[in-house]
């Protein structure tokens, strides 16, 4: 099975990777036999058709990275043990597993849930087929985003992480709002992975397209701004989760008419940020 998929600008004008962790719709032969819930039901755990509002990016000098499997097989932004120790049984290394509130929900780096909080698998996993999947799926993805990110920083000064998310237009994981719902969430861990005048340049492109935008609440970021995001060392990472509403018919996972006017405003926010991307950072 294919990895990833990789876009890249026949000449790069920016350091800028757009990477998409939860577009995939592949799974492993003979992984659904494993499981209690259907393929739609897993696939709509994920982010259908995000890459695809991002897909102008090697036409601005940038570069598209996007997972072929599907979330609900494997969550790369996650740490790699993120893992809940009662999904498992074979000997599970105290030290190694990475306990998080993520992992308390039922969504570490292997899931135990869908999004409709039905269990994924039948009985417990192998741990050793646990770390099988870290190593052959998980692992292979980081090692090409760690060198996407970091061939060029030398030349450009700069890297920029993007992490490309859609987030359902209903209540999900208990999130509550007594207002109408943002049609955008931008999540820089409060500040601390990602540079304030770049956060509030795409802030403000979205604003003057008429979208509501709040910042991390309820996402703040996950494993990939935590882990790519170092300001201080000019290396900057920002989540960008939209409504799926927007694009996308959630019933159906199809994509809607208005996916167009989506991907134009997301076109723009490249094509923005390939012209403006140095003066924002000062490099």
């Given amino acids: 099975m294919i ?30 036999s494993q499981t209690t819930v259907d393929k ?4 709509c755990s994920g ?45 599970i290394p105290d030290d190694l597993i990475d306990r998080s ?40 993805i980081h090692e090409k985003l760690n060198h996407l990110l970091h061939e060029d920083h030398q030349k450009f000064g700069y890297s920029v992480l993007i992490d490309c998310h859609s987030m359902p237009s209903y209540e999900f994981l208990n999130f509550k709002t007594l207002r109408k719902q943002p049609d955008i969430i931008l999540g820089n861990l409060y ?10 340049y795409i802030a403000a492109h979205f604003k003057r397209h008429k979208l509501k935008v709040v910042m991390n609440n309820p996402f703040a970021g996950g494993y990939n701004t935590n882990h790519y995001g170092h300001p201080n060392e000019n290396k900057h ?35 923005s940020l390939n012209e403006d991307i140095e003066k924002i950072l000062c490099v």
């Fill in 101 to 140: 509130h993520k992992v308390d929900i039922g969504y570490g780096s292997i899931a135990k849930y869908a999004y409709t909080r039905k269990e994924i698998y039948f009985t417990k996993i192998p741990f050793e087929e646990a770390e099988s999947r870290i190593r052959q799926f998980y692992f292979p």
């Fill in 40 to 43: 739609h039901t897993l696939l």
């Fill in 191 to 200: 500040g601390n992975s990602c540079n304030d005048e770049l956060t509030k």
């Fill in 47 to 91: 982010d259908s058709f995000v890459d695809r509002l991002y897909d102008q990016a090697p036409n601005h000098g940038s570069v598209l990275f996007t997972n072929q499997y599907a979330r609900s097989f494997m969550d790369t932004n996650r740490a790699a043990y993120e893992l809940d120790q009662e999904m498992f049984y074979g000997e």
């Fill in 237 to 271: 990472a920002i989540q960008i989760e939209i409504k799926k509403s927007l694009y996308l018919d959630e019933n159906n996972c199809a994509l809607k008419p208005q996916a167009q006017d989506m991907k134009l405003i997301i076109t723009e926010l490249i094509k």
């Fill in 3 to 32: 990895l990833y998929s990789l876009l890249k600008a026949d000449q790069k004008t920016n350091n800028i990777i757009y990477n998409s962790p939860h577009s995939g719709e592949c799974f492993p032969d003979g992984f659904l």
